[in-house]
């Protein structure tokens, strides 16, 4: 027998992909998060199913208990992680914002600011509970009582919970998109021309650059600190091995660059800036994280 809530169902997908990806920092388990929600709602006997007012409401909660369930072992699964693990990033267009979050009020976090490379690392280093309850209310606006359901806490505990994740945002005015993009153009100039001056010039004098290759590709292991020693490690890799084109292109909705090499997308690289000056660079070279680049 069809599904009576088939069409409501199916189109709950992109808003579970939208928040598992802003929970787990990862697209491919946001899938597979997806899938595993879907495959609860179909193991529900047609009575049961019947029974659920809202087939969204309901998913929303399962996708998020399997997400504070699989945060609770990242850690773990990180201490084997070869080098700094690094958020997954989206190429600008992927998660198109939709969901049920309004516009405002001003004061929380929009869908868009929260998928910047910068907001994702900042979740990550918050306890699984934070991380839930923030995201839900603030940029998902559920409200403490439901958060609850999910955490297994008081709607109180809750409240404090995301209070002490917001503590951790910074909520200061952040650069526009124009300027933005300005230095991280100046930023591949400076690269592609290997001006070593232009690029410390660029740089905040307290800068730091982290690199993600996962063990699968070639990757500094440990953040490096100060802008001197970032342009000196960015002129090595420029003098190392075959020329790699550089590319602007939309990071998780910020401006950022992609390197491509004979065709291929080999690393992605995320940008943020503080007071006119890019202050952190993600560098992503694992493979199996580029696979969304490599499906454009």
């Not at 839930?132 to 958060?147: G, K, M």
Request: hydrophobic letters at 45%.
């Amino acid at each position: 027998m069809t599904d009576p809530h088939l069409a409501e169902v199916i189109s709950e997908r992109r808003q579970l992909i939208n928040l598992a990806y802003r929970l787990l920092g990862s697209l491919a388990e946001a899938e597979d998060v997806a899938q595993e929600t879907y495959t609860r709602w179909y193991a529900l006997s047609e009575q049961q199913r019947e029974a659920i007012a809202s087939p969204g409401a309901w998913m929303t909660t399962v996708a998020s208990r399997i997400c504070l369930d699989l945060l609770g072992s990242a850690r773990a699964r990180r201490e084997h992680y070869v080098g700094d693990w690094i958020p997954e990033p989206v190429p600008g267009g992927w998660l198109d914002g939709t969901g049920s979050a309004p516009a405002d009020p001003a004061d929380r976090v929009t869908l868009d600011e929260s998928i910047s490379m910068a907001f994702l690392v900042v979740l990550d280093s918050m306890t699984p509970a934070e991380r839930v309850s923030f995201v839900l209310h603030d940029i998902f606006r559920y409200t403490f009582a439901e958060i609850a359901d999910v955490v297994g806490r008081t709607p109180a505990a809750c409240r404090q919970l995301a209070s002490s994740a917001r503590r951790r945002i910074d909520t200061s005015r952040d650069p526009s998109i124009a300027e933005r993009a300005d230095l991280v153009r100046g930023f591949k100039q400076a690269w592609e021309s290997r001006d070593i001056e232009a690029l410390v010039g660029l740089l905040d004098p307290q800068a730091i650059a982290t690199a993600d290759g996962g063990g699968l590709a070639l990757a500094f292991l440990e953040p490096i600190s100060g802008a001197e020693d970032i342009a000196g490690a960015w002129m090595e890799i420029a003098a190392r091995g075959p020329a790699v084109t550089l590319r602007e292109c939309s990071v998780n909705g910020q401006p950022g660059l992609v390197g491509e090499l004979d065709g291929a997308i080999v690393s992605v690289y995320a940008f943020d800036v503080a007071d006119g000056r890019i202050s952190r660079i993600w560098a992503v070279r694992n493979p199996e994280k580029l696979r969304p680049w490599s499906a454009r």
